[in-house]
């Protein structure tokens, strides 16, 4: 699975924050009845909402990896044009693209 640079380098430096953070981030996915799919493709939601190019681009990933299809993604992006607006959605729908078209080019 990619990590980013940044990603990797935090966990050296700090070993004990980054497996809590990871403790918590399992907790939160399961602590509820929604599977991995959907919770991907929320957390894609979520991160468009924030408008953070690195989240969307690593949850377009893991909504990949667990099985989300490409116009299951696509329809998690086009949702945030009516909350986040024009611009921060076509930014999104950009970031999705580049991982898909990185995904499309490691198969062939």
Known sequence: MYLPNIYKKFSEKYP???????????????????????QDLVKLGIAIGANS?????????????????VDEIHHAVLLGLTTTGFPNMMAAMTWVNDVLEENIEKTR
């Open 16 to 38: 004990e924050v980054f497996n809590q953070y990871n403790q918590i981030g399992t907790a939160c996915r399961e602590a509820g009845p929604l599977d991995s799919k959907t």
């Open 53 to 69: 190019r690195g989240a969307v681009m690593s949850h377009t990933r893991k909504a990949v990896a667990s099985g989300a299809t």
